[in-house]
């Protein structure tokens, strides 16, 4: 099959502008078709310059260009210091070890084929989610593992945990806990990765796959990260917002192996619109997604089954659902309900 080129790519001039000219929020149009990175993996002036961190130190009065333009770059400015510090604890040599001694991962992506197979609808990622920066906390009863067996029992294909602490109240000791309950589903550890320590960390604490997004990651990374994850028998989950991504992260080797997701929030602005996947998979881009049979995971905002057939509609051989069931009382009735 022929490949098509990818939209054009905006000069590193023309970038650099563009995101001065945008400082705090982050330039859809621009976006959208270029898919580069604008995330900045550091703060220009250096990490001591941010409250993140266990330092207290802090030089203050500089730029406003040395403030993060949107949460998705506050966290990953975050996670820098978070890596460090989890790196002094527990070296990599350690967790390598311990990734070793771990049961061999479960088949991810096989088990989302599976069960769209045999129900005709999109296979679940049900997430295992307490709290996020735009809701606050959305399960006040939060038991991880009485929430993932609730998921399993109601018909989800695999589960999403979600490890980041600080931002989602997450934890991968919660990951640990829901492989040692004897949950049968395979696990998605939802961690923000930008050193592939976190991918050691993400196998020693049970994952059998994680999640790696476009809008932080260029595809050297990426491809890295996702060498690092096959080695380890792992999945990945790589996390689009615009066709420039996609077009962008079409371009991987072996992504076929993978799954891409779609998702419709916003994380500069934490704007859900599930018409971003429609618009997406309407695309050559999202085209050539269905002729290459890679499964495609519609992520965030689907609240009904209406939603669930939209999603489908569009494309999507997979979803990725929290908050919506998460909340119910009735879990398992919750999950059902949303499935019927
Ligand atoms: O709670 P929702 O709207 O159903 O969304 C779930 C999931 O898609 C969302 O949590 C998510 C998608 N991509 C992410 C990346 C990081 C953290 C969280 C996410």
Redesign the pocket.
């Known amino acids: 099959m022929m490949l098509k080129q990818r939209p054009q790519v905006a000069s590193a001039g023309q970038s650099r502008r563009a995101t001065r000219s945008c400082s705090r929020v982050v330039c859809s149009a621009q976006t959208t078709m270029s898919g580069e990175v604008t995330i900045r993996r550091r703060p220009p002036h250096g990490l001591e310059t941010q409250p993140c961190g266990p330092h207290a130190f802090r030089v203050g009065g500089l730029p406003d260009e040395n403030k993060p333009q949107n949460i998705l770059e506050e966290i990953v400015w975050w996670k820098a210091r978070e890596v460090e510090v989890m790196r002094d604890k527990q070296p990599l040599a350690l967790l390598q070890g311990l990734a070793k001694k771990m049961d061999p991962p479960r088949d991810f992506r096989a088990a989302i084929a599976a069960k769209a197979k045999e129900t005709g609808r999109p296979g679940l990622i049900a997430?295992v989610?307490k709290a996020?920066p735009s809701?606050g906390v959305?399960q006040p009863d939060f038991d991880p593992v009485r929430i993932a067996k609730s998921y399993e029992a109601g018909g989800a294909a695999c589960l999403?945990v979600?490890t980041?602490e600080k931002f989602?109240q997450g934890s991968f000791q919660n990951l640990t806990k829901i492989r040692a309950a004897g949950v049968t589903c395979p696990l998605l550890c939802?961690e923000?990765i930008v050193e592939a320590y976190q991918v050691f960390k993400a196998r020693a604490s049970g994952a059998d796959a994680i999640?790696l997004?476009a809008a932080v990651l260029p595809n050297a990374d990426l491809a890295y990260f996702m060498k690092a994850a096959q080695n380890l028998g792992m999945t990945c989950l790589i996390?689009v917002h615009t066709e420039g991504e996609l077009a962008r992260v079409l371009e991987l080797p072996d992504v076929e192996k993978h799954l891409l997701?779609i998702?419709?929030?916003d994380?500069g602005t934490f704007k859900?619109d599930l018409n971003v996947t429609k618009r997406i998979m309407d695309s050559e881009w999202g085209q050539q997604v269905k002729e290459r049979g890679i499964i495609m995971v519609g992520?965030?905002?689907?609240?009904t089954p209406e939603d669930v057939a939209f999603v489908q509609q569009a494309g999507c051989g997979a979803i990725?659902?929290?908050?919506?069931?998460?909340k119910q009382g009735d879990i398992v009735a919750g999950v059902k309900a949303l499935l019927a």
């Open positions: 997430e989610k996020s809701k959305i999403s979600l980041d989602f939802k923000f999640l997004i996390e997701g998702n419709n929030r994380l859900v992520e965030s905002g689907i609240f990725l659902v929290g908050e919506s069931i998460v």
